[in-house]
């Protein structure tokens, strides 16, 4: 891979950390699809949020719970307190505005304001379809997701794509039915057979285009859980894109 094709996948994954998608054949569940553990968390760690109106602390709380629970069905416990830190304006990675953005460095998820989110939210037809809180919320559910997956694997490194397949798979499963049903309706993707899309040269591609991928992989039947553990446990491992060159 040239310098030039890292350097655009190293700004599109930057990207895609933040940006929200969906799409892809419907499933219509909400719990983590065929293997639950466990319904609920054995315990919920401290949730800390500064710079939230009384109106956001409350749906960014409820989109961190969300985001344990459905790590819980799998028996995976959040292991660290969740931070917040909701900004005015949007976020900004490698130049360009996000919604939100988990800084590995300070342990704290850099949110934008409803504010700030609707505006953008307004300017893509892919999300200024769907009730906004309900948006809202899903943000910090795949924030939450990143955080609590990166938890898990320690020091281990993985592709790119593989922390985004856990958070964009989670996000999306955490919508209502409903509404993910309004957003993957225009939407066709299949899914895919095993993991070979899914590789880092696939966050050149629109996010709402992986997200698809993602959770049309994910909401499979016999993968969710197993997925999700066997891929904090080691035991499955993404394509590298050298692998396809």
Request: hydrophobic residues 45%; charged residues 15%.
């Given at each position: 891979?040239?310098?030039?094709?890292?350097?655009?996948?190293?700004?599109?994954?930057?990207?895609?950390?933040?940006?929200?998608?969906?799409?892809?054949?419907?499933?219509?569940?909400?719990?983590?699809?065929?293997?639950?553990l466990?319904?609920a968390?054995?315990?919920?760690?401290?949730i800390?949020?500064?710079?939230?109106?009384?109106?956001e602390?409350?749906?960014?709380?409820?989109?961190?719970?969300?985001?344990?629970?459905?790590?819980?069905?799998?028996?995976?416990e959040?292991?660290?307190?969740?931070?917040?830190?909701?900004e005015n304006?949007?976020?900004?990675?490698?130049?360009?505005?996000?919604?939100?953005?988990?800084?590995t460095k300070?342990?704290?998820?850099?949110?934008?304001?409803?504010k700030?989110?609707?505006?953008?939210?307004?300017?893509?037809?892919?999300?200024?379809?769907?009730?906004?809180?309900?948006?809202?919320?899903s943000?910090?559910?795949?924030?939450?997701?990143h955080?609590?997956?990166?938890s898990?694997?320690?020091?281990?490194?993985?592709?790119?794509?593989?922390?985004?397949?856990?958070?964009?798979?989670?996000?999306?499963?955490s919508?209502?039915p409903?509404v993910?049903q309004?957003?993957?309706?225009?939407?066709?993707?299949?899914?895919p057979?095993?993991?070979?899309?899914?590789?880092?040269m696939?966050?050149?591609?629109?996010?709402?285009?992986f997200g698809?991928l993602?959770?049309?992989?994910?909401?499979?039947?016999?993968n969710?859980?197993r997925?999700?553990?066997?891929?904090?446990e080691?035991?499955?491992?993404?394509?590298?894109?050298?692998?396809?060159?």
């Open positions: 891979m040239n310098r030039s094709a890292a350097y655009l996948i190293s700004i599109a994954a930057s990207l895609i950390l933040v940006l929200w998608t969906g799409a892809t054949a419907v499933s219509q569940q909400t719990s983590l699809h065929n293997k639950r466990s319904g968390p054995s315990s919920i760690p401290e800390a949020i500064a710079g939230a109106s009384a109106e602390l409350a749906v960014i709380r409820s989109g961190a719970e969300r985001s344990i629970e459905l790590f819980a069905q799998c028996g995976l959040a292991l660290d307190p969740i931070r917040v830190q909701v304006d949007a976020i900004g990675v490698c130049g360009v505005d996000a919604f939100g953005a988990f800084d300070a342990q704290t998820i850099r949110l934008a304001s409803t700030a989110c609707r505006a953008m939210a307004k300017t893509n037809p892919a999300y200024a379809s769907l009730p906004f809180i309900k948006f809202y919320e943000i910090v559910v795949h924030e939450v997701a955080q609590i997956f990166r898990h694997i320690g020091e281990r490194s993985v592709s790119l794509a593989t922390h985004e397949y856990v958070a964009y798979a989670l996000q999306i499963t919508l209502p409903d993910r309004t957003f993957l309706k225009p939407l066709n993707t299949k899914p057979a095993d993991l070979s899309p899914f590789v880092d696939v966050l050149l591609m629109p996010p709402e285009t698809a993602a959770y049309a992989h994910f909401s499979e039947f016999g969710g859980c997925i999700l553990t066997e891929i904090i080691g035991k499955i491992s993404f394509p590298s894109s050298e692998e396809f060159e």
